[in-house]
């Protein structure tokens, strides 16, 4: 939500928040309606409160309108935190972090010596791609070479796939699991 948008609503919820607590003691008696009246009529009677009145209704009726009419772009907000949308000059495609997940996974399970996959796809302010891959490898391999390998396998794999350059990849070895032994 937009800084204005957030401003607008605060200001016409108090107003509207006001205006009930004042109808709300009227109506149970605690301020007698002749005095409201005085007052009302007192403020109609002075050109200066009646125009100071009529911008604020004026202010009032907009934002109800605005409010009522125009959505903010908190859709579009969350929408681009699901995922990333790619625009060209044939129209747009929206790729969800979840098909990025599910092709860090593939790449990664093709990768002799990693085991139990778990891919991240972070999405910073800047409109950057960062992965995480937390993994488990086996016994006797060589970590920074399977890490340098998947780091670059998982670029291509995406640069080609749906055309996106990712920032980072970010890999933890969670742990190492043994060989498993024929019994």
Same mark, same amino acid.
């Given at each position: 939500?937009?800084?204005?948008?957030?401003? =607008?609503?605060?200001?016409?919820?108090?107003?509207?928040?006001?205006?009930? @607590?004042? #109808?709300? /003691?009227?109506? +149970?008696?605690?301020?007698?309606?002749?005095?409201?009246?005085?007052?009302?009529?007192? =403020?109609?009677?002075? !050109?200066?409160?009646?125009?100071?009145? /009529?911008?604020? /209704?004026? @202010?009032?009726?907009?934002?109800?309108?605005?409010?009522? +009419? +125009?959505?903010?772009?908190?859709?579009? &907000?969350?929408? !681009?935190?699901?995922?990333?949308?790619?625009?060209?000059?044939?129209?747009?495609? +929206?790729?969800?972090?979840?098909?990025?997940?599910?092709? $860090? #996974?593939?790449? $990664? %399970?093709?990768?002799?010596? =990693?085991?139990?996959?778990?891919?991240?796809?972070?999405?910073?302010?800047?409109?950057?791609?960062?992965?995480? $891959?937390?993994?488990?490898?086996?016994?006797?391999?060589?970590?920074? &070479?399977?890490?340098? !390998?998947?780091?670059?396998?998982?670029?291509?794999?995406?640069? %080609?796939?749906?055309?996106?350059?990712?920032?980072?990849?970010?890999?933890?070895?969670?742990?190492?699991?043994?060989?498993?032994?024929?019994?």
């Amino acid at each position: 939500m937009k800084v204005l948008d957030k401003i =607008a609503l605060v200001l016409f919820s108090c107003i509207v928040l006001i205006i009930s @607590v004042l #109808s709300c /003691l009227v109506i +149970f008696g605690w301020i007698p309606l002749d005095v409201v009246t005085l007052y009302i009529e007192h =403020a109609l009677n002075d !050109s200066l409160t009646t125009n100071v009145s /009529l911008g604020v /209704l004026v @202010v009032l009726i907009l934002l109800a309108v605005k409010g009522i +009419f +125009f959505s903010s772009d908190t859709k579009t &907000e969350k929408d !681009s935190n699901d995922g990333i949308l790619i625009q060209n000059e044939n129209g747009k495609l +929206f790729v969800s972090k979840e098909t990025i997940q599910n092709l $860090v #996974s593939g790449v $990664v %399970k093709e990768v002799e010596g =990693a085991q139990d996959v778990l891919a991240k796809v972070v999405l910073t302010k800047a409109n950057e791609i960062n992965i995480d $891959v937390v993994l488990y490898v086996s016994e006797n391999v060589i970590i920074t &070479e399977l890490s340098t !390998s998947l780091q670059t396998k998982i670029k291509e794999v995406i640069k %080609k796939t749906i055309d996106v350059d990712i920032k980072e990849v970010n890999i933890q070895i969670k742990n190492i699991t043994p060989k498993q032994e024929n019994v």
